[in-house]
C-alpha cells in the first residue's frame, strides 16, 4: 500500500526505525543536496513493526523508546527498512511532510534481500 507520509501521519501511524542501524552520514549529506533541486517522487519503504519484530530486529519509536510486541499501539506503528539515509536527510531538510515523499508498505521482509540495519 502506498501513500504519502503525510497521510500516514493524519491516520496516527508512527514512523520507527531499527536500533543502531548503520547510517552513512556522507550519504546523508549527498542526499540533502539534491533533495534541494529534486521535485519528483521520493520513495522509502516500511513494514509494520509487528513483523519487523517477529523477524527478530529490535526497533525504536521518534522518541528512542524500545518498540515491543507487548505496545498498546503496535498495530499503528511501521519500520523504516529501507535507505535510512534518505530517510534522516529527509527529517534534516525538513520535506517529511511534503506531497512528493511516498512511503510504500511492505507485507513482509523480503528474505532474499540482505538487510544492512
Avoid at 517522487?41 to 529490535?58: D, P
Wanted: some cysteine; aromatic content about 8%.
Amino acid at each position: 500500500m502506498r501513500k504519502t507520509y503525510r497521510q500516514w501521519i493524519t491516520e496516527d501511524y508512527i514512523f520507527c526505525t531499527p536500533v543502531n542501524p548503520k547510517v552513512d552520514m556522507i550519504m546523508v549529506g549527498s542526499y540533502r543536496c539534491n533533495l534541494k533541486i529534486h521535485t519528483g517522487e521520493v520513495m522509502l519503504e516500511a513494514v509494520s513493526a509487528e513483523v519487523f519484530l517477529r523477524r527478530g530486529y529490535k526497533a525504536t519509536d521518534p522518541n528512542g523508546i524500545p518498540v515491543t510486541l507487548l505496545d498498546s499501539d503496535l498495530s499503528q506503528k511501521l519500520v523504516i527498512v529501507e535507505d535510512l539515509n534518505l530517510y534522516l536527510a529527509l527529517q534534516q531538510e525538513m520535506l517529511m511532510e511534503d506531497d512528493n515523499v511516498v512511503v510504500e508498505i511492505l507485507n513482509d521482509l523480503p528474505r532474499a534481500k540482505r538487510w544492512s540495519f
